[in-house]
């Protein structure tokens, strides 16, 4: 998935299946694959907010565990997308 972000190639059949699978399995993420997730999809401009929500409370489940350039990206993704999250931002 980063590839098509790093090159600016939307592919929404791709984001839509990556999206619904991290759901399944968020909870064994770890720190960097969650930032991961919400960097490459607003790249992009992926817009999933309930996934995003997912991983915000993931992430503040956790949020301890980031390193500081995993809270960066996970902050800039969401503040990228124009996604709320003021819990999350509150954690970081």
Do not use: C, M, Y
């Amino acid at each position: 998935a980063w590839a098509f972000a790093t090159l600016g190639k939307p592919a929404p059949q791709l984001f839509d299946a990556i999206a619904r699978e991290s759901e399944k399995h968020i909870g064994s993420f770890k720190p960097q694959e969650l930032a991961n997730i919400v960097t490459t999809f607003a790249t992009l401009g992926v817009r999933t907010p309930q996934r995003f929500d997912a991983i915000a409370r993931e992430s503040i489940q956790r949020i301890d565990t980031f390193h500081p350039q995993e809270l960066v990206n996970t902050a800039w993704a969401f503040a990228t997308l124009g996604k709320p999250a003021p819990q999350l931002f509150d954690a970081i």
